[in-house]
C-alpha cells in the first residue's frame, strides 16, 4: 500500500506535480492513476481540484502561452523598427522558455490528440504567425534579408530557440545564465557565426 | 481477423515498417504485436528476419549514423580551410537528413532505456562532437566569431538543423526543395537573418 498523503494541495500546486508527469510519461500516457501516485493523494482528491487530466493540461498549456503572448504586448514587441522588435521578442522568448521551462516543454510536445491539445496547437502558430509578420515588416524596412523564405526562417528561428528544452537545464553545473543565453541565440539567428 | 499477408519481407523492408511504428508509437511503446499487425505478417515471421525489436531499432539508427559519419570522410570535410569544411558539413547533415527522414527521426527520439539506444546517444554526441571541433577550429582560424561559446553555438545549430525532422516533408505540396533548404540553413547559421 501506498502511503495516502494528506492533501495539502492548490490546482497550482497540484498542476507541478502533473507537468512533470506529463512530460515524463507523454500527456497520453499519463492515467489519473499516475497522477495520483506521483501526488501521493486519491483519485477522489485530484478531482477536488479539477475535472481530469485536460483541465491539468489547459491550464498548463496556458500558463506557458499566457507567457509568450504576453511578449508581444511588452513595449518593446510594441515601439521602433521591426528589426529592434523581432530582436526583442527572440531574447524575451528565450527567456520565457528557460523560466517556465516544464510548461513550454509540454506546449512544445502537445500532439492533437485531445480538444484541448488541438487548441494549443492552434495558439502555438497564431505566435509563430505573429512573429513570423514581425520578420517580414523586417524585410520591408531593409533590415532583414530578402533572399530567405520567410515561412521557412520563421521555422529555423523557432527551431532553434524551442530546441532549449532539449537541454537546458536551470541547476547549477554549466548551463549558461538565462541572460546570456538569451544573448547568445539573437546574436547567432541574426547575425550568424561568422566573424565579422 | 486479420488477414495474414504472404511473407515477402527481406530485412531491410521489413525495416521500413519497424521505422514508421517506431515513430507513430515511439520506440518504448512498439511491442512485437503492433509490428506483427502492420506489417500484416506473423511474430514468428518477423523472428525469421530479425531477433526482435531492438535489433529492428540498431539496424534503422545505424542507417542514420552510417548516412551523418559518411559525410565526415567525404572531401569537402576533410580539405580546406576549417569554416568551408564546417559549412559543407552543415549542408550534408540537412541533405542526409531529408533523404533519411524516417531514420534520423527515430536517431533523434531515442531515449536511452535499453543498450541500443545508450549506444546510438553515444554516437549521437560523438557526431556533435566532431562538429563542435570544426567549429572549434574556425574560430581559430579567425572565420567564426569568438564571442560565443563552442559548446552553445553547437547546441543551437543541431536545434536549427535537427528541428526539420518536425515539419520537413517530402511529398509535394509546399515544402522547399531539399537542396535550396540545405542553401537557407548553412545562410541563416553562418551570416545571420540580418541583411548584409
Known amino acids: ?12 500546486t497540484l498542476l507541478t506535480v502533473a507537468v512533470r508527469v506529463f512530460n515524463e510519461r507523454g500527456y497520453d500516457g499519463t492515467s489519473m492513476e499516475h ?63 528557460t523560466a517556465e521551462l516544464p510548461y513550454v516543454t509540454l506546449l512544445l510536445r502537445v500532439r492533437g490528440n485531445t480538444r484541448t491539445e488541438r487548441w494549443a496547437l492552434e495558439r502555438r502558430r497564431e505566435f509563430d504567425q505573429r512573429v513570423s509578420e514581425l520578420l517580414k515588416a523586417a524585410v520591408a524596412e531593409g533590415d532583414l534579408r530578402a533572399d530567405v523564405d520567410i515561412r521557412l526562417a520563421t521555422r529555423l528561428l523557432f527551431g532553434m530557440v524551442n530546441s532549449l528544452v532539449e537541454w537546458y537545464r536551470p541547476q547549477p553545473g554549466g548551463s549558461p545564465e538565462a541572460e546570456q543565453l538569451a544573448d547568445t541565440v539573437v546574436r547567432l539567428a541574426f547575425e550568424g557565426m561568422r566573424a565579422a
Not at 500500500?1 to 497550482?12: G, S, V
Request: glycine share 8%.
Open 1 to 12: 500500500m501506498t502511503t495516502a498523503k494528506r492533501d495539502t494541495y492548490t490546482p497550482e
Open 35 to 97: 497522477l495520483s501516485k506521483a501526488a501521493g493523494i486519491s483519485k477522489s482528491s485530484i478531482y477536488h481540484h479539477v475535472a481530469g487530466k485536460e483541465e491539468l493540461l489547459r491550464r498548463a498549456v496556458s500558463r506557458a502561452l499566457d507567457g509568450l503572448f504576453g511578449i508581444l504586448e511588452e513595449t518593446g514587441a510594441i515601439q521602433g523598427r521591426a528589426i529592434v522588435r523581432v530582436e526583442y521578442v527572440t531574447r524575451r522568448t528565450v527567456e520565457v522558455l
